[in-house]
């Protein structure tokens, strides 16, 4: 590169210097992509160029699949992609065999409970295939009949935890009717946070636990999500996340030089 390095920070920039980027540039925004545009973000990591948030988190928060993939381990048990009717028969057979009823659908690219349904049995998925096409990709878990929705959000050293309650639909959606209170994070719960961070390459996060009598379970990891519920307002928030990204732009921008 014959030019010093180029800070990005707004996606009219980005999308108008995008042929030379190169090894060094700084991309320090979010980077806002049309469904099926994700190649973007890979052709950004071959050309070795710093994102913040980085590239992985990005591509973390569009995609429930690649969540799934990535975070299987922290994630309820037997949670999986259906990536092909193949994947779907293979799910069936080893659902039968661990005596999985219930199951819930978790549809790619849809946020706030739209893209969630439940099924009396992933038979069920299978048979409504024939009537009207599945959209594949999706990921399939069982259903958990008691639990309890924490959502954690996650800005450097500020941390804050609501419980999300719904006592007319499974989904706890703070948006149709659901209602919150405060969680005590416990220690383990924060460390479980913070290996799904670090894993994940997050700068900061929205997380949804699963709390299943002892266990915690991860459900979802987002950049970004809804405040409603939590203590801090809007314009906090934006003044939070912009000072993490400027801090870890200037960090880096200091290795290159």
């Known amino acids: 590169?014959?030019?010093?390095?180029?800070?990005?920070?707004?996606?009219?920039?980005?999308?108008?210097?995008?042929?030379?980027?190169?090894?060094?540039?700084i991309i320090c925004c979010r980077?806002?992509?049309?469904?099926?545009?994700?190649?973007?973000?890979?052709?950004?990591?071959?050309?070795?160029?710093h994102a913040i948030p980085s590239l992985?988190?990005?591509?973390?928060?569009r995609s429930k699949t690649y969540q799934t993939r990535l975070f299987s381990a922290y994630m309820y048990p037997e949670t999986r992609?259906?990536?092909?009717?193949?994947?779907l028969m293979a799910a069936i057979s080893r659902y039968g065999q661990n005596g999985i009823g219930k199951v819930v659908l978790k549809q790619e690219g849809k946020n706030g409970g739209i893209g969630i349904?439940?099924?009396?049995?992933?038979?069920?998925?299978?048979?409504?295939?024939?009537?009207?096409?599945?959209?594949?990709?999706?990921?399939?878990?069982p259903f958990v009949e008691r639990y309890r929705d924490i959502r954690v959000i996650i800005l450097s050293?500020?941390?804050?935890?609501?419980?999300?309650?719904?006592?007319?639909?499974?989904?706890?959606?703070?948006?149709?009717g659901g209602v919150s209170k405060q969680h005590n994070l416990s220690n383990a719960q924060l460390d479980f946070c913070k290996d799904i961070m670090s894993k994940g390459e997050f700068p900061y996060?929205?997380?949804?636990l699963v709390l299943v009598e002892d266990h915690c379970y991860?459900?979802?990891i987002n950049l970004r999500g809804g405040l409603k519920g939590a203590s801090i307002n809007g314009r906090d928030y934006q003044k939070m996340t912009t000072e993490i990204e400027n801090d870890l732009c200037e960090r880096f921008a200091e290795t290159m030089s």
Do not use: W
């Not at 099924?119 to 096409?133: A, M, R, T």
């Not at 050293?157 to 149709?176: K, P, Q």
């Open 81 to 87: 992609v259906i990536y092909t009717r193949h994947d």
């Open 56 to 61: 992985n988190a990005q591509l973390c928060s």
């Open 157 to 176: 050293d500020y941390v804050e935890a609501y419980e999300r309650e719904s006592l007319g639909s499974f989904r706890h959606n703070l948006h149709c």
């Open 205 to 208: 996060a929205h997380i949804d």
């Open 1 to 25: 590169m014959n030019r010093p390095p180029r800070i990005i920070r707004d996606n009219t920039t980005l999308f108008n210097h995008y042929p030379d980027l190169a090894h060094g540039d």
């Open 117 to 141: 349904f439940l099924f009396n049995h992933i038979e069920e998925i299978y048979s409504s295939s024939f009537s009207s096409p599945l959209q594949y990709p999706f990921v399939v878990q």
């Open 218 to 220: 991860l459900a979802e």
């Open 31 to 49: 980077i806002r992509l049309k469904p099926g545009e994700e190649h973007v973000l890979l052709d950004l990591s071959r050309k070795k160029v």
